[in-house]
DNA sequence: TTAAACAGGATAAAATTACTCCTAAATGAA
DNA sequence: TTCATTTAGGAGTAATTTTATCCTGTTTAA
């Protein structure tokens, strides 16, 4: 697993709605103050409201905003929502890649290893970094 | 951090070396049995030679052989001689990728995250997994 | 009806990954 | 010495993934 930008600005996105929950964000602002490109932001908040990460609403006065507290959002949620499921070796996902598998002496290592992550990111939630933030 | 073929490749040289340490073995020999681009092994056996995990010798009767006992070899020696040092973020590497360093909150995860999977990666030597193989 | 806001598909640019190719250098043997 | 064999290393290419952009459509409040 690497963190793409694209997950990256997908965490700025979630900690910035997480400033204020009440309020619908539009993406132009989203986008302004958190410094990533507008139509990217676009993207990424449609897989994040696909994912049921954040509600959106279109028309005049329109956005986005968090549909969960802060605290029920994990690291987990926001990284599977955009980038898919955790691996940190393709051959875990994709059955071409490595014809082995069943003679590879290290695949149960790279899945002992995604668990280990996958537990991890699970720990790690958006109250938690709000409030290291303000 | 993302196991690429490269790497993949790499284990598998490792893995194939570790079956006859005492004998000199053919870049053409491992790509052929290993199933991999020659060229390309070529290039990966480089990397292994510069991190000193496995020695080469030129000429006739040539070839490349480990240059440690597999049980010394371990699986974070070979990433990173491949792919250079491990992160999950390249924040964490590129300075240029995230100027908001100082103010993020999620840096600090990175970080957790990436001494976990060194601990981890050290843990698994080459002994280990030719038990398992053969 | 119109302007503001998101939805979604297509496509383009940039970066990285996954190679290949060619010439040089080393080595052992005829 | 010379030649075939084997790695060294630089340069270049192809394929894939990442990082966007743009355009048209839909929804909604005023």
Redesign the pocket.
Known sequence: M?I??????AIRCILHMAQETEK???????AKKQD?????V??I??KL??AKIVS?????????ALRKTPSEITLLHVIEAV?GPIFIN?CMV?NKRCSRRSLCSVHPVWIEIRNILIDKLKKYDFQFFCKKTG
């Open positions: 690497k793409t930008r694209e997950t990256d600005y619908l964000h539009m993406i132009t602002d989203i990533m490109p507008k139509s990217f676009a993207k908040l449609q409201a696909k959106s609403t279109r028309g005049v006065n329109g956005g986005f980038q393709s994709d």
